[in-house]
């Protein structure tokens, strides 16, 4: 059984900034890849980033330059801190965790930017 737990999310003003966590608890002995979708109401889940156990990361063209992602190994915790806000940024965002081939996703916290 492996556990994601984010947290983190909440309502900010549009050009504001914010942290989400998210950690991994279970019986595993590393995890490949982190990483942070999103998905908004009525539409699909999108890739915003990922890192692997290298430190190697992947953004999607819409939040480079804005977010970024980070990991903590010892603490089996990834980090994505939100700078530059805007509505467009307004999502359910869910923790995945990929582990011995096998996918594993937290249930999601919410981030609201108001104009």
């Known amino acids: 059984q492996v556990q994601l737990v984010e947290s983190g999310g909440g309502l900010v003003q549009a050009g504001g900034s914010l942290r989400l966590s998210c950690a991994a608890s279970g019986s595993f002995f590393s995890i490949n890849v982190m990483g942070w979708y999103r998905q908004a109401p009525g539409k699909q889940r999108d890739l915003v980033a990922t890192?692997?156990?290298?430190?190697?990361?992947n953004y999607a063209d819409s939040v480079k330059g804005r977010f970024t992602i980070s990991r903590d190994n010892a603490k089996n915790t990834v980090y994505l801190q939100m700078n530059s806000l805007n509505p467009e940024d307004t999502a359910v965002y869910l923790c995945?965790?990929?582990?011995?081939?096998?996918?594993?996703w937290g249930q999601g916290t919410q981030v609201t930017v108001s104009s």
């Open positions: 890192i692997n156990s290298g430190g190697i990361t």
């Open positions: 995945a965790a990929l582990i011995r081939g096998y996918n594993y």
